[in-house]
């Protein structure tokens, strides 16, 4: 299983961006997004839990982030609007099995993409 995340780049304070993960064609519990910035640890973005296609969102980025899942075209899509410098990271999206109360962690996933840069200037 060979995850592809992309869509970063480089914008301004308030802009969008949409990142998309291109997946396989096998059904995993859960999607998520991950992000690591210079000299953090990897921290939970939001995640797209397959049984009843739950979303959930780590608190910073509610409201304006968006999780979603393109059955159709196998991918796993984060909308993310009115960026703010501190959105500056790596992303990372990944898929895996984990239980419900540990979709946040990323032990919880097998797979993961090769990350795509999202900086943010303001």
């Known amino acids: 299983v060979q995850l592809q995340a992309s869509g970063g780049g480089l914008v301004q304070a308030g802009d969008s961006l949409r990142l998309t993960c291109s997946t396989s064609t096998r059904t995993f519990r859960s999607y998520g997004w991950f992000r690591q910035a210079p000299g953090k640890e990897r921290e939970f973005v939001a995640a797209?839990?397959?049984?009843?296609?739950?979303?959930y969102y780590t608190e910073s980025v509610k409201g304006r982030f968006s999780i979603s899942r393109d059955n159709a075209k196998n991918t796993v899509l984060l909308e993310m609007n009115d960026l703010k410098p501190e959105d500056t990271a790596v992303y990372f999206c990944?898929?895996?099995?984990?239980?419900?109360?540990?979709?946040?962690?990323?032990?919880?996933?097998?797979?993961w993409g090769q990350g795509t840069q999202v900086t943010v200037s303001s």
């Open positions: 797209f839990f397959t049984p009843g296609s739950r979303k």
């Open positions: 990944a898929a895996g099995n984990p239980i419900l109360s540990s979709l946040r962690a990323p032990e919880g996933y097998g797979y």
